[in-house]
């Protein structure tokens, strides 16, 4: 029995996946954060992959590295902005990760010799998962949310541990629907039919829910509630109508103004610890974004913009919304355009890079491989040429590196292993014990993950930045700076602003703001610690330098 009355609430899809899902999680989380309690979250992938370290973001979006260098999906992130929480590997699970911990126990005769079953040995892990996430936090409510969508094998089993749940802590447990309500356009009407289709599927697996959020391009009406109430056996002002929001950051708010947090509590029979939801940052946060003067245009250059149908902004989403974050910290509208680093390679890069005089900023987000590498090294030296401020992130400082080498320091071929590895100059060379774990093709959860310290140098960008001398950033990389070539740039200019504390690996590498209005490369992942209620420093300085880019133009 756990030690205090901890309540549940699982958060599962119905009709189609894509829905925003993982927003009305995050946003249960804020309304209910708002009332006082202590919440954490949990995100359930069905996958059999252990964690999203080995997919490739053109299939799964983002992957969020968390504090304990867990890579997991980009749910986590909105959890972790939503919440104002820094969450661990203990808030989230795959399929892969669960039958690989119940094998090893297995094997290790920690079932002592009884016979193994998917059912109910697997949902037992889950549940014990859920259990040690809620007290590793304390939380007074956890929210799990199942992925996929009911219906789908593979998150069955997840149901089933939410099921079994409730049985064992009866009144403690909630489950939430969200789901789609179409409007065929022929037909002109909104459909509720798929909604019940969805809520009998869930109830065939032996759960029924208590809450619907009905997602759809519009409010739903009364008579729709009405309907969905009755056929899928919940109250009507349990059926809640989420339609499109201009940002998913008004999500919160249209919850808390329909009192879904005072829903939730009465289903697990709880009361609010503060009256009124005191969600006033929250809410003076979405009136700062909306009342903007001005604009701020940013240029992320990546790889991946090109492929299919595939929605790209997902790859980038947590590099996103830091931008929009210091946009909004200094009133003005973020305008953020993807630009795809292959169009600098050809023949015409001379009049295709003149594009970004239009642009105040560009951003060179984290990468890997080869594709669109050697564009991208002509992005940051016609930001450095032209002085528009350039923001230069993991493989984005790395190639900033490579393009000082070359250009300033004239060190002919500059390049990574990662694309070269028998090449003359790496000036990005790999991690020794990172040489080892490539050999044995140790690919999954062995870069250098996680928070690393990192010391800053008096008188530099970073160092005003921050307001501070030892900072913690998230990583997730191979290759560093290669320590045999930092005397040889140094001497050409480029300042090391940031090192590990034993000055072994560069963290960040910058330009006098003499030379260049910002120019700046992390090897860290700062937008993984960017939230709404307090924007990344040095998001906030990149902005900074591109609104006086503008306002000088
Ligand atoms: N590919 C580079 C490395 O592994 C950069 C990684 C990144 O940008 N996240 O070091």
Not at 329 to 337: A, L, S, T
Request: neutral net charge.
């Amino acid at each position: 029995m756990a030690k205090k009355n901890r309540k549940y609430i699982f958060v599962v899809g119905g009709v189609m996946s894509g829905v925003g899902k993982g927003v009305a999680s995050s946003s249960i989380g804020t309304v209910l954060v708002g009332k006082g309690f202590k919440v954490t979250a949990l995100k359930i992938d069905p996958y059999i992959n252990v964690d999203a370290g080995t997919m490739n973001p053109t299939e799964h979006g983002e992957v969020f590295v968390l504090r304990d260098g867990y890579e997991t999906d980009q749910d986590m992130g909105n959890y972790e902005r939503f919440l104002n929480e820094t969450l661990e590997g203990v808030n989230y699970m795959t399929t892969g990760s669960v039958y690989l911990e119940v094998i090893r126990k297995e094997r290790n005769l920690e079932y002592k010799g009884k016979n193994v079953e998917v059912v109910p040995d697997i949902p037992k892990e889950v549940i014990r998962r859920i259990e040690r996430s809620a007290q590793s936090a304390d939380a007074d409510i956890t929210i799990v949310e199942i992925g996929g969508t009911i219906g789908e094998y593979q998150n069955v089993i997840f149901l089933e541990a939410g099921r079994m749940m409730k049985s064992k802590y009866p009144g403690d447990v909630a489950f939430v629907m969200v789901s789609y309500l179409p409007i065929p356009s022929k037909v002109g009407e909104m459909k509720t039919k798929p909604t019940q289709y969805a809520s009998r599927s869930l109830n065939s697996v032996g759960v029924q829910a208590d809450i619907i959020i009905a997602r759809s391009d519009v409010a739903l009406d009364k008579k729709r509630k009405e309907k969905i109430a009755t056929f899928c056996n919940v109250k009507s002002d349990h059926v809640i109508s989420a339609p499109d929001v201009e940002s998913i950051y008004d999500v919160p708010l249209n919850f808390e103004r329909d009192e879904l947090g005072e829903i939730l509590c009465d289903v697990l029979g709880t009361k609010p610890k503060k009256g009124k939801a005191e969600m006033a940052a929250w809410r003076s946060f979405v009136k700062r974004s909306k009342n903007t003067k001005g604009e701020v245009k940013i240029a992320v250059v990546g790889k991946y913009f090109n492929s299919g149908d595939f929605v790209l902004s997902d790859v980038y989403i947590s590099v996103l919304e830091a931008i929009k974050f210091s946009a909004y910290k200094y009133g003005v509208k973020p305008v953020i355009d993807y630009v795809s680093s292959v169009d600098f390679e050809n023949k015409d890069k001379e009049s295709a890079l003149k594009r970004f005089d239009d642009y105040d900023g560009i951003l060179v987000p984290g990468g890997f491989g080869t594709t669109g590498i050697e564009g991208k090294i002509e992005v940051i030296k016609y930001a450095r040429e032209h002085n528009i401020p350039y923001f230069g992130i993991c493989y984005g400082m790395q190639l900033a590196v490579i393009e000082y080498a070359r250009n300033k320091a004239r060190i002919s071929g500059a390049t990574t292993s990662e694309v070269d590895p028998n090449a003359e100059n790496l000036i990005i060379d790999i991690l020794p014990e990172q040489k080892e774990k490539l050999a044995k093709k140790e690919y999954g959860g062995t870069m250098r993950l996680g928070e690393y310290p990192c010391v800053l140098k008096k008188g530099t960008i970073a160092r005003s930045a921050y307001k501070g001398e030892t900072v913690i950033e998230r990583h997730r990389h191979r290759y560093e700076v290669n320590p045999e070539y930092v005397e040889v740039l140094e001497k050409a200019g480029l300042v090391f602003s940031g090192t590990s504390p034993n000055g072994r690996l560069c963290e960040i590498a910058e330009l006098p703001r003499s030379v260049h209005p910002f120019f700046v490369g992390v090897q860290f992942h700062p937008e993984f610690t960017a939230r709404p209620l307090s924007p990344h420093p040095l998001f906030s300085e990149f902005v900074k330098s591109s609104i006086n880019r503008r306002n000088s133009k």
